[in-house]
């Protein structure tokens, strides 16, 4: 059995293997994300992800893919922070953690800062 460590860092490894994100050395949208989320919240930021990308802006369809990443890794079956028919885009996680209460969102949270510490690694 894997610790969760391991399960975040494998995760990231996979996803930062089989994506190209934007930016200065191939990662530096991935290191935003923290930062918006630790000024902002985690709403906040993938309410900033969501609607520009919707409005069809390249650079943040950016921050919409890596949250897309987070919600592959918070269904990831070892964790199952959220469940799997909750959806796979950045749109349907939001629509998820809108219905979620507060202490769900704070592990959300706390799971996602977890992962984006690996993901960052191994995106740049």
Do not use: W
Request: aromatic share 6%.
């Amino acid at each position: 059995m894997k610790n969760l460590d391991q399960v975040r860092a494998q995760n990231a490894l996979n996803a930062a293997k089989s994506t190209h994100f934007e930016g200065a050395e191939g990662g530096s949208i991935v290191k935003k994300i923290p930062t918006m989320i630790r000024e902002n919240g985690f709403l906040g930021a993938l309410a900033f992800a969501c609607e520009k990308n919707s409005k069809g802006e390249k650079k943040s369809g950016d921050h919409h893919l890596v949250f897309e990443k987070i919600m592959t890794h918070l269904q990831d079956k070892r964790i199952e922070i959220i469940p799997n028919d909750a959806g796979k885009t950045a749109d349907d996680l939001l629509s998820h953690v809108t219905s979620v209460s507060s202490t769900e969102l704070r592990a959300i949270t706390d799971e996602t800062m977890a992962y984006l510490s690996y993901l960052r690694r191994f995106a740049s």
